[in-house]
């Protein structure tokens, strides 16, 4: 089967949903554990804002988190399914 009719079924993203999901918020929480533990871990979450979110930064943040997560959830139900 191609990929494009995989796409047109409704299996097809309820598998992407499942794998992107997880996925997402682990890659969420290991990027702000990396960035930002030590204020995480003080209970700066003033400092933590700062250096996520502030100013645009959270565009970039969020942004490529879920482009990387819809990504992965894409290629890995595509390689699964058959």
């Known amino acids: 089967m191609t990929f494009i009719e995989k ?3 409704p299996l ?3 598998n992407v949903r499942k794998v992107t999901i997880p996925f997402f918020i ?3 929480l290991i990027s702000l ?3 930002s533990w ?3 871990f003080a209970g700066n979450f003033d ?8 100013e645009g930064k959270w565009m970039n943040f969020w942004g490529f988190k879920v482009f990387l997560s819809l990504f992965y959830g894409i290629y890995i139900t595509n390689k699964k399914m058959k």
Not at 48 to 53: A, K, L, M, T
Request: net charge negative; charged share 15%.
């Open 47 to 54: 400092l933590v804002n700062e250096v996520n979110f502030s």
């Open 33 to 35: 554990l990396l960035n």
């Open 38 to 40: 030590e204020a995480i």
């Open 26 to 28: 682990m890659v969420v």
């Open 12 to 14: 097809f993203w309820n």
């Open 7 to 9: 796409t047109k079924q």
